[in-house]
């Protein structure tokens, strides 16, 4: 029997695959965690590359990665954290940039112009930077929410495109939500992922608990993202017919609720209450006002201790943390008083907090404005709060005049309620942390990018998707 020349066996596919399996035994040997994230990423992507094509395959798996940056995060220089979605983010944003135009963009949306005067604000402060990588940091995560809003902005062209996307950022849910409920189930004192923290909350005899933060790095965080998607699951689930789906999706959002429990933010349920509240008022439904009461009934009963606690602080007015709360309020204001126009810059904001204007050295009390408008008061004064107002109220016009062209039968788009319930969701908890999360502000910038697509595609087509393909 000849065996095989060299030039051959090159020419077969078997010894690459000899290697390929060889390499996924080592890599599982070497670092099992890194292995399965590697290998179930790689499937996913390959089918949603089948189903989809490259371009919005590619997007579909960066929106299913948005809440697992912690986890897939390496860092350059000890400060700027990268993650490996992060790095097809930026081809697909190229991708599209150099496809569709520049100059398309910059005409077409409104949006687009204000976030582009964001990141130069944003680049121009690192000047006065105290800290310059915290401001290269922040420069970063700003340049990846503008390729999360130009991507979404170009690639949904109807609302059939805009429910898909949102329907991702629901399935983004899953993997997050699965590891915060097993967190919750670990004794106080376990093990806990290395990307985080160990954070404690206190029944009312002084019995710790850990606070689950899950793929995130910070409990509140993960809250946060809990919140958004609890409402824009709620919405969507609200607007949309009976079916698989809509069961799937009330199944995510009762999850979700449960959760968010375990973070053992006040702010959380705030914004969960809030966003129901507002979902009652828009749908005027009878029967949903009962079933939202029995959920309450419901979350009063299996909310754990140490919440029941924390709540009951709240109101008595003996927790800590509302509280320090009123002093970065007042620390803000101070630096907003002092530096009006342009602010600190992001890179000087600790360093202020830490020195000139800090008016507590309380251990409760944070090294930022705690608020999503003061936070960013602060990094880039009047003059950046401004912009960020500005996509605020864009936001508002878009998706009213996106609702008066979707309206059927007397009745709100699901795509549309999701929309408003959602960033309720956000702005309600941002009033009390600093909303700096990359992840969780992807959801909200993608909003605004849907928002005005969906006002854009029932207008007239402004930026059309020629050119374009997958």
């Known amino acids: 029997m000849r065996l095989p020349s060299l030039k051959e066996l090159l020419r077969s596919p078997w010894p690459y695959v000899c290697a390929f399996v060889v390499g996924i035994i ?15 990423g790689a499937a996913l992507a390959s089918f949603l590359i089948w189903r989809f094509g490259a371009l919005r395959g590619l997007w579909y798996l960066v929106i299913l990665t948005l809440p697992l940056k912690e986890p897939l995060s390496f860092e350059i220089f000890g400060t700027v954290s990268v993650c490996v979605a992060d790095i097809v983010l930026v081809l697909l944003f190229a991708r599209v940039l150099t496809s ?12 687009f112009r204000i976030e582009l005067a964001v990141i130069a604000l944003s680049v121009a402060s690192l000047y006065t930077a105290t800290r310059f990588f915290w401001g290269v940091a922040s420069v970063y ?8 809003f130009t991507i979404a902005r170009v690639l949904v062209r109807d609302r059939e495109e805009a429910l898909r996307t949102l329907l991702f950022v629901a399935l983004s849910l899953v993997a997050p939500i699965a590891l915060g409920l097993y967190q919750a189930t670990l004794p106080f004192g376990a093990a806990l992922p290395e990307w985080g923290g160990s954070w404690t909350a206190y029944d009312a005899s002084g019995n710790p608990s850990n606070r689950v933060f899950s793929t995130f790095s910070h409990p509140l965080n993960f809250s946060h993202y809990l919140t958004i998607g609890f409402t824009m699951c709620l919405g969507l689930a609200a607007g949309l017919k009976r079916g698989r789906v809509r069961v799937g999706l009330i199944v995510l959002a009762a999850l979700a609720a449960l959760c968010n429990l375990y973070t053992y933010s006040a702010g959380g349920i705030l914004g969960m209450l809030v966003s129901v509240i507002l979902l009652v008022f828009l749908l005027r439904s009878a029967r949903l006002v009962v079933v939202a009461l029995l959920v309450l009934v419901v979350a009063a009963l299996v909310a754990p201790p140490a919440l029941v606690a924390k709540v009951d602080r709240l109101f008595s007015g003996e927790a800590l943390t509302a509280a320090a709360r009123l002093v970065t309020y007042e620390q803000s204001f101070r630096i907003i008083r002092d530096h009006p126009l342009f602010g600190v810059g992001w890179g000087g904001i600790r360093t202020s907090l830490e020195g000139a204007y800090r008016v507590s050295r309380a251990d409760p009390v944070a090294f930022t404005a705690e608020n999503y408008f003061l936070q960013r008061a602060i990094a880039l004064g009047i003059v950046g709060l401004g912009l960020y107002v500005g996509l605020i109220v864009t936001f508002v016009r878009n998706v009213r005049l996106a609702a008066r062209e979707l309206r059927s039968s007397g009745r709100l788009d699901p795509v549309v309620l999701a929309l408003v319930v959602g960033a309720a969701a956000f702005f309600v908890q941002a009033q009390v942390i600093p909303a700096t999360d990359v992840s969780t502000n992807s959801v909200l910038w993608l909003f605004f990018a849907v928002a005005e697509a969906l006002r854009a595609r029932s207008r007239s087509p402004e930026l059309p998707t020629t050119g374009l393909g997958g």
């Open 100 to 111: 569709f135009g520049f100059r398309a963009l910059w005409k077409g949306s409104t949006s």
């Open 141 to 148: 995560r700003i340049a990846m929410l503008l390729a999360v």
């Open 26 to 40: 080592a890599a599982v040997v070497s670092a099992p965690a890194i292995a399965v994230l590697a290998v179930t």
